[in-house]
């Protein structure tokens, strides 16, 4: 009796621990549809982007204004000219959608017309780059954003409270055709995808499946090597953490 509750103690320790690393360590999934308006999301998954960590809030990841003004500053991100760049942070205050348009220092500006559609929460404007720029509610989970910047600066956004079984689709009505070549959705492993930069042609974001851990402790036998697998993966997670 006393082997059979270790063991069922040891199980639930194991999930527990993965339960939080899956909850703490976001995985978001990248599709895009084959077409403006079709939505066939589901057949066209291009991949899947991990969410960079750390302890600060959003707004301070973003460094907004300090010290370039009206521009993205947080040079542990590396942006590049004429691009529109979609990562997600994970901080402090939860986790949050990122996107910043071109880089500091490049020699023209320009203008992106979007569309953020959210499902299952409430859109949160964590950062307005800038503040100028006109930002439309149509409801609680639509926002359209018309934005200019000049030359030498950024532009974009942070939408932030992101929670439990939300889903986001973002679009580009209209962009600066010089100014904005190509759209890439970062992850926190330094690899990228790419997406079709194409007038109402939607991309689609959502937590990933991420339980396979837990399924594989399952199948671990021993308590010991239940406990073992589930701290040192993470502890080995953990030591993957990225701090600014």
Do not use: C
């Amino acid at each position: 009796m006393k082997k059979q509750y270790l063991k069922k103690f040891a199980f639930g320790l194991g999930v527990g621990i993965f339960s939080a690393i899956a909850q703490a360590f976001p995985v978001i999934q990248v599709s895009q549809e084959s077409a403006a308006g079709v939505g066939d999301f589901g057949s066209n998954i291009l991949g899947e982007i991990g969410a960079f960590e750390t302890d600060i809030t959003a707004s301070e990841y973003y460094q907004y204004g300090k010290p370039k003004k009206f521009s993205f500053n947080n040079n542990d991100f590396e942006l590049v000219s004429n691009r529109s760049h979609v990562f997600f942070v994970n901080g402090a205050d939860g986790l949050s959608l990122f996107t910043v348009q071109d880089r500091k220092f490049d020699k023209r500006g320009g203008f992106v017309n979007m569309t953020y559609a959210l499902e299952g929460d409430a859109v949160d404007i964590k950062v307005k780059d800038d503040p100028s720029d006109k930002y439309t509610m149509f409801d609680s989970q639509t926002l359209n954003v018309k934005q200019k910047w000049h030359r030498k600066r950024t532009d974009g956004l942070v939408l932030g409270g992101l929670e439990d079984d939300w889903a986001m689709t973002i679009d580009f009505n209209n962009w600066s055709k010089n100014s904005i070549l190509d759209w890439f959705a970062y992850s926190s492993d330094n690899e990228a995808i790419e997406l079709s930069l194409e007038k109402n042609r939607r991309i689609h974001l959502t937590i990933a499946n991420i339980s396979t851990p837990i399924e594989q402790v399952a199948e671990v036998p021993e308590p010991a090597t239940i406990g073992m697998l589930a701290i040192g993966s993470a502890a080995g997670l953990i030591r993957r953490r990225r701090k600014v």
